[in-house]
């Protein structure tokens, strides 16, 4: 009930960890390619035009008493609209989970790619077991919860080793400046080289996605104890504001550590020496704590997908899942199963979730919030139809680059 639910800050870790995901180590290579002012600046205004549209989802599900995300643009776009939604939610965080999976296995048991080689932490286990003993004694049970404030201790761990990865590489940082080893960082974009305009036509999407967390507003606010639109929007400003800070801490301790050197997914450059004392225990400590990370946002992720599974299969209101022990473990099993299969036995799977996280996951935090306020809002409401169109020419934009840029990769 609405009285015994969760408290805003449980809620707010759920939501901060539904953000922050593997897209941080992301976020120093835009540094690199934006420049330092350019590059806080955008995550400042994705940050801002992100909770816009997590208030226009909680404004419209409040008003619609929806209480799921295809519910909500279900009764703004129809039935199909409901649908599509449903099926973006499946394929955005399915892939993100396979992903996650893929990025512990890496770490864990090593990865090759070309003619460079990433040890890993137990590099003399076999990949495979070593994922299936992750599912099994830790995101298994983790999945296995019915409610999602149940996570929220998990997620506040979460969120604590990403403030944690920032510390480690700041005071890195700290430490090679002292040296005089940190090299002048870049004030403005390059433009220099076909390269660059690449990378700097890559960084929109990178940006776009980085706040998306739209399907996990409804199950958080569901649960929420004393639930209105008020303390709901105030989950989602506090959350929106934690995870702004550690991105642009992150972006910006990753790309003055490194320079020009920083990877697009900045994790790599941890496999060698930082040139300070002690640089392997520090490469051993991020690398773990990346890959605890991972696994306690994976659950978070998981717990959207499973409700809406559900919700294509089971479509009647009046057959809740939590109703049904049988079909509650059935799916979760399912679901970690295919999830396991997808990340150990898939080759080459990155291809094909950089096309869906450019099509599925702006639509979540973009195009839906956009289309159902366009639908619904009132004559008067210039503002917010402004605002909505901004959204829809940003997302199509977004996913024309990201499309077209992973299509010239492959």
């Keep these: 009930s609405s009285s015994s639910g969760s408290g805003v800050a449980g809620a707010v870790f ?20 934006l420049g330092v002012p350019l590059g806080v600046a955008m995550i400042l205004a994705m ?18 008493k929806a209480w799921s995300y295809g519910e909500m643009v279900g009764a703004a776009c129809g039935r199909a609209g409901k649908l599509v939604s449903q099926v973006c939610i499946i394929v955005n965080n399915s892939g993100i989970l396979i992903v996650y999976l893929i990025i512990i296995g890496d770490v864990l048991s090593g990865s090759s790619s070309g003619s460079s080689h990433h040890p890993g932490l137990l590099k003399s286990l076999d990949r495979r077991l070593v994922l299936l003993a992750t599912m099994l004694l830790v995101l298994a049970p983790l999945s296995s919860l019915k409610r999602i404030d149940s996570l929220r201790f998990s997620s506040a761990a979460s969120v604590a080793l990403a403030v944690v990865f920032v510390i480690l590489s700041s005071g890195v940082g700290v430490v090679k400046g002292i040296q005089g080893k940190l090299t002048t960082p870049r004030s403005l974009p390059s433009l220099a ?17 980085a706040f ?62 930082l040139g300070i004392a002690d640089s392997t225990l520090i490469n051993d400590v991020i690398r773990i704590g990346y890959v605890l990370h991972l696994m306690l946002v994976f659950p978070v992720i998981h717990f959207s997908l499973r409700q809406n599974v559900d919700a294509i299969l089971f479509p009647d209101p009046k057959q809740q899942l939590a109703d049904s022990t049988v079909r509650f473990w059935a799916l979760t099993a399912s679901l970690l199963a295919i999830v396991f299969v997808g990340s150990a036995f898939i080759p080459n799977i990155w291809i094909a ?20 306020a366009l639908r619904l809002s009132k004559a008067r409401e210039k503002g917010l ?11 199509g934009v977004a996913s024309f680059l990201g499309l077209t840029t992973n299509i010239y990769n492959v």
């Design 14 to 33: 759920n939501l901060a960890t539904s953000i922050i995901g593997a897209g941080i180590m992301a976020l120093p290579a835009t540094m690199r390619v």
């Design 212 to 273: 998306i967390c739209h399907f996990n507003i409804q199950p958080i606010y569901c649960e929420l104890k004393n639930r209105s639109a008020a303390r709901m929007n105030k989950v989602g400003r506090i959350s929106t504001l934690l995870c702004m800070s550690v991105y642009v801490a992150t972006a910006l301790s990753g790309y003055l550590l490194f320079g020009e050197s920083t990877a697009s997914d900045i994790l790599s450059n941890f496999d060698h020496d």
């Design 353 to 372: 979730f950089q096309f869906t996280g450019a099509t599925a996951g702006l639509s979540l935090g973009f195009m839906f919030p956009a289309l159902v």
């Design 47 to 64: 940050g801002v035009l992100s909770e816009i549209s997590l208030e226009i989802v909680v404004r419209f599900s409040t008003q619609l």
């Design 385 to 395: 139809e402004c605002l909505a169109w901004t959204m829809l020419v940003l997302a």
């Design 193 to 209: 080289s076909r390269k660059s305009v690449l990378e700097l036509l890559t960084v929109v999407p990178i940006m776009t996605n």
